[in-house]
């Protein structure tokens, strides 16, 4: 079953950009993955699906400053325009058979 | 409005059960796979359960034999019946839809959650 890692955590200012990593596993370099966010004390929300080949297409409603990329077996979640309203955890998520699996998330902070 | 509301989360006591129900609204449960994923506090997600739009059910390996996931499509509701409680159970219970055709890999809609807490 696919294996997803991500840092714990990662800090960035108000206004600039931060690009989150995903990592698959060696088996699974291949695969898709969705990016969620958290904010504190919400439920998740869905941002976008990000391929291997780099495209992504993102939730209803995601603002523009939310993009997603894929290097091998990473796949980025990049944040333009940093916003306090972006701090948060932020989930990578796939799919094995009969089972979906996410990353640990990694916590964002905004200064 | 398209949402998810979960209810039916609680304090049980180990060994119990618990039944948590997911209300959907805007769209109908019958054409989508659906899910239920768990949060312990403070801690990240972990996938628990799925009842796919075919009627397959499948489950995490620690809840096999314990939870039963099921549809109701009368009352476009999704459900999870929990038994054989244990703490390490304990967490904030999402309800979660799958994408539609190959999108249902990943989860496009969730809800807020409900609370359940294993303690005696």
Redesign the interface.
């Known amino acids: 079953q696919p294996v997803l890692t991500q840092s714990p955590s990662a800090s960035a200012s108000l206004g600039a950009s931060v690009k989150l990593t995903c990592t698959l596993d060696s088996g699974h370099s291949a695969y898709?993955i969705?990016w969620?966010q958290?904010q504190p004390e919400?439920?998740?929300?869905?941002l976008m699906?990000v391929y291997s080949d780099g495209s992504h297409n993102k939730?209803d409603g995601i603002p523009d400053r939310f993009s997603g990329s894929s290097s091998g077996a990473e796949r980025y979640l990049t944040i333009s325009r940093l916003q306090s309203g972006d701090e948060a955890?932020y989930?990578c998520?796939?799919?094995g058979t009969?089972?979906?699996?996410?990353?640990?998330?990694t916590k964002l902070s905004v200064l | 409005e398209v949402q998810l509301v979960e209810s039916g989360g609680g304090l049980v006591q180990p060994g119990g059960s618990l039944r948590l129900s997911c209300a959907v609204s805007g769209f109908t449960v019958r054409t989508y796979d659906m899910?239920w994923?768990r949060q312990p506090v403070g801690e990240?997600?972990?996938?628990v359960s799925?009842f796919g739009s075919a009627g397959d059910a499948?489950y995490?390996d620690s809840v096999k034999g314990r939870f039963t996931i099921s549809k109701e499509n009368a009352k476009n509701s999704l459900y999870l019946q929990m038994n054989s409680l244990s703490a390490g159970d304990t967490a904030i219970y999402?309800c979660?839809r799958g994408?539609s055709g190959w999108?249902n890999?990943?989860?496009?809609?969730?809800?807020?959650?409900t609370l359940v807490t294993v303690s005696s």
């Open positions: 898709a969705a969620h958290q919400k439920g998740p929300r869905y699906t939730g955890d989930y998520q796939t799919w009969d089972i979906r699996v996410f990353g640990g998330g | 899910h994923v990240g997600l972990e996938w799925g499948y995490r999402y979660a994408g999108q890999r990943f989860f496009d809609l969730w809800g807020r959650g």
